[in-house]
């Protein structure tokens, strides 16, 4: 699903690095990060059904705007998951074929390329520790996206569920919107390891702004929580 998509990846990549020749100050370094995501329901129809573990990873790129002020960039390959519930449904393998089930759980596992754009803030060292902070906003873009169904415990192999929420039945898709934006806010800390080069921790919420689920009227939330780390070089 949406495989042509990663032809975005090249295009993101020399506009980054044509945007660091440019700068004449401006940090590179790379980063990991274990997640943990989640889906917030915005209507009645669907329920939170928990979190999912996931992963990320990329090119961080700081420019630097004044001695404790820094522009901040760079891409991530994020896989990001969450799971959520609808409390009655029908099941319907078939054409001919209608079953009732209840608590059908979906759950997601989507693949983005991240491009972050954030102010940070750097305070000076205290003893070889600096701290920072970061606020802005995530631009992601969906890789690939799948969803796996299951109902009191049995697989459903199936995309099409049809819902009794508000006693109107809808036909359920459970593909994801090829756009995620969301808010970033993030505290870490900064240790140097010899010459320009130094290592960073820290913890980053992404706020989803958007729904993350295509059908209208099952609409839903994703953020995730997630502690990174990271070498400057």
């Known amino acids: 699903m949406y495989k042509s998509n990663k032809n975005l990846l090249p295009v ?24 943990i995501g989640w889906y917030k329901p915005i209507g009645s129809a669907v329920k939170a059904g928990g979190s999912s573990i996931g992963f990320s990873y990329g090119l961080m790129a700081d420019f630097r705007l004044g001695e404790r002020y820094y522009i901040g960039t760079g891409f991530d390959i994020s896989y990001m998951g969450g799971k959520v519930v609808l409390p ?12 009732p089930v209840t608590n059908v759980q979906i759950n997601y596992t989507n693949q983005y390329i991240q491009v972050p754009l954030s102010l940070k803030f750097r305070t000076k060292e205290i003893g070889r520790v600096a701290y920072w902070a970061q606020f802005g906003y995530a631009n992601a873009f969906l890789l690939n996206g799948k969803a796996s169904l299951q109902s009191d415990n049995k697989v459903i192999n199936t995309s099409k569920i049809l819902t009794n929420a508000s006693d109107i039945k809808l036909n359920y898709n459970y593909e994801v919107p090829i756009y995620r934006g969301s808010m970033i806010i993030g505290l870490g800390i900064e240790y140097p390891i010899g010459g320009n080069s130094r290592i960073y921790s820290g913890i980053k919420f992404d706020n989803g702004l958007f729904s993350s689920i295509k059908d209208k009227k099952m609409e839903a939330l994703h953020s995730n929580l997630s502690l990174n780390f990271g070498v400057y070089f």
């Open 12 to 35: 993101f990549i020399l506009i980054l690095l044509s945007n660091a020749v440019m700068a004449q100050r401006v940090l590179l370094g790379l980063k990991a990060a274990p997640l």
């Open 88 to 99: 009655s449904a029908i099941y319907t393998p078939t054409a001919s074929i209608a079953t």
